[in-house]
């Protein structure tokens, strides 16, 4: 009997756990969600809300689960001459703006599937939480996240160029919305394409234009631009990878900034290994350390969602 109370008592502490850091997650961006919880009807779990939180203020947010679904872009690219490959270093100094835009093409990674295994520390308004996270990707068809902690699953995410859905296993709900809701909180400028690239690691592809500025040193390349009211900065290496990426939307008071490190190969691939994002809105912030542990590409890939019946439909 005492084995088995303490197994409840963990599985509970692991459960309170994962609400507070939704909880968080819902009050630090304001979602348009509010549902009380009040412990005892179907739709919500047990003992949900964190202590001294008042449940009629209870609101859920997704939005950090959708950077953290940020994933890859493929860019198809057919073979060119004299084009620089990243099998090592090049001077770049010497070449022209034409030859390094089509080696920055050339060069972004290229694969139809893509399975991550990662860790991820969010950092929400000064508070801290470590979760694991599962990313799938089709190319351009469909990205697929599940976030747990302790091993248990609390929300999973499928994201397509047309729409985003969210399961919240811990409250029971589903949410489904088109892609375009996120233009409520990012630039229109933001497409489906522009989270998959940024969580691989590669340049954007409208930041790839004659109409960008281009900087060179003996340490990289600098490219900067303005996409209508959105300006954009991209420092890559002398491979033609990405170190950082930085979006601004100084009407909104939006910020995006990512850096990338520990590049290692995968496959024919030259792969990021850390991801490191960090998001500002006014005065608040997210920041998101991605650490992949396995990266396994091109083979096939289950995308699995669906929706238990006892679940609570949000809009």
Not at 274 to 302: C, F, K, M, W
């Amino acid at each position: 009997m005492a084995k088995n109370q303490n197994c409840y008592n963990v599985k509970l502490m692991r459960k309170n756990t994962l609400n507070k850091l939704l909880f968080a997650v819902g009050v630090h961006f304001k979602f348009s969600h509010y549902h009380t919880v009040c412990g005892q009807c179907s739709h919500c779990p047990r003992r949900a809300t964190p202590v001294g939180v008042s449940t009629n203020r209870l609101k859920f947010d997704m939005r950090p689960l959708l950077l953290c679904c940020m994933a890859l872009l493929v860019f198809a690219c057919k073979p060119k001459k004299d084009l620089i490959k990243t099998g090592g270093a090049t001077d770049i100094t010497s070449l022209s703006k034409k030859r390094l835009l089509d080696s920055i093409s050339e060069n972004q990674s290229d694969f139809k599937t893509l399975n991550i295994k990662a860790k991820a520390n969010l950092d929400i308004s000064s508070k801290s939480y470590d979760v694991g996270m599962n990313l799938r990707i089709r190319k351009n068809e469909a990205i697929w996240v599940s976030v747990s902690m302790f091993g248990i699953e609390g929300a999973r995410a499928l994201i397509t160029p047309d729409s985003i859905k969210v399961l919240n296993r811990l409250q029971s709900t589903y949410t489904v919305k088109p892609f375009s809701f996120i233009y409520n909180y990012a630039n229109k400028q933001v497409n489906f394409q522009t989270l998959q690239s940024i969580l691989v690691g590669n340049c954007v592809q409208e930041f790839i234009s004659p109409s960008s500025t281009i900087n060179t040193n003996g340490s990289g390349i600098n490219l900067a631009g303005m996409l209508q009211d959105l300006a954009y900065s991209t420092d890559l290496n002398t491979r033609f990878k990405v170190t950082q990426t930085k979006i601004t939307d100084d009407a909104a008071s939006q910020e995006l900034k990512v850096d990338y490190n520990d590049y290692s190969p995968e496959g024919a691939l030259f792969f990021p290994h850390t991801v490191q994002i960090h998001s500002g809105v006014e005065s608040h912030t997210v920041a998101i350390d991605l650490s992949y542990n396995r990266v396994i590409i091109n083979e096939p890939v289950d995308l699995p969602f669906s929706v238990p019946q006892r679940f609570t439909t949000v809009n």
